[in-house]
């Protein structure tokens, strides 16, 4: 069973400002299937990327997504109030699916 | 656009089953997977269990003695189960869609809070 660990717990930054997120798996994620959440309080989760570095639609580019094997990261350039938020990882390469604990963007 | 409900009771007593049912709109079941997700009040998220339209299944081994998974093609739905029940398992409960070719969660219901207590 994997074990995906996000840090940091929480990153305070101002607007315009970039933020980097990191997910470290405990194995090796096969197939990069390693995807990224924002999280909104009251609201569901939304895809911002998958594949490890695919935005997914509608999102906006600066939001990137690189790594491979058990070490991943979300960037986020030039921060904007809107995208205070909580960012978590997701790996479904192997069963179970597990999320990571999450990362509190705070702007 | 594709859309999915979540429905059922909001509140559920110990040692009962809770009972929620998916419905998806702009879009048919078929063909996908589905998942269930759940989330307890300010924690993280874990995987319950998923289906395939056709009623192949996957459920996470931290819960699969006490869960079902079934779909309805036919409503365009697909239900959960879970069994015996504690305050363990209050959470916002949410369906969701397998995005095909690469399987993560691209649409995801509101969610809904089921609470257990007596």
């Known amino acids: 069973e994997i074990v995906l660990a996000q840090s940091p717990g929480t990153l305070s930054l101002s607007p315009g400002e970039r933020a980097t997120l990191s997910c470290r798996a405990s194995?090796?994620?096969?197939?990069?299937?390693l995807a990224w959440y924002q999280q909104k309080p009251g609201q569901a989760p939304r895809l911002l990327m998958y594949?490890?570095?695919n935005r997914a639609t509608g999102i906006p580019d600066r939001f990137s997504g690189s790594g491979s094997g058990t070490d991943f990261t979300l960037t986020i350039s030039r921060l904007e109030p809107e995208d205070s938020a909580v960012y978590f990882c997701?790996?479904?390469?192997?069963?179970?699916?597990?999320f990571g604990q999450g990362t509190k963007v705070e702007i | 656009q594709v859309q999915l409900q979540e429905s059922g009771p909001g509140l559920v007593k110990p040692s009962e089953t809770l009972s929620l049912t998916c419905s998806v709109s702009?879009?048919?079941?078929?063909?996908?997977?589905w998942s269930w997700i759940r989330q307890p009040p300010g924690k993280g998220l874990d995987w319950i269990a998923y289906?395939?339209?056709?009623?192949?299944?996957d459920y996470n081994p931290s819960l699969k003695s006490r869960v079902t998974i079934s779909v309805d093609t036919s409503k365009n739905q697909f239900s959960l189960k879970l069994s015996s029940v504690t305050a363990a398992d209050t959470a916002v409960y949410y369906c969701?869609?397998?995005?095909?070719?690469?399987?993560?969660?691209?649409?995801w219901g509101q969610g809904t809070l089921v609470t257990v207590s007596s």
């Open positions: 969701a869609r397998h995005r095909l070719g690469g399987y993560e969660f691209d649409y």
């Open positions: 702009g879009g048919s079941i078929s063909g996908y997977f």
């Open positions: 289906i395939y339209y056709s009623g192949g299944t």
């Open positions: 194995q090796s994620v096969r197939n990069n299937y």
């Open positions: 594949g490890a570095s």
């Open positions: 997701l790996q479904h390469g192997s069963s179970p699916r597990a």
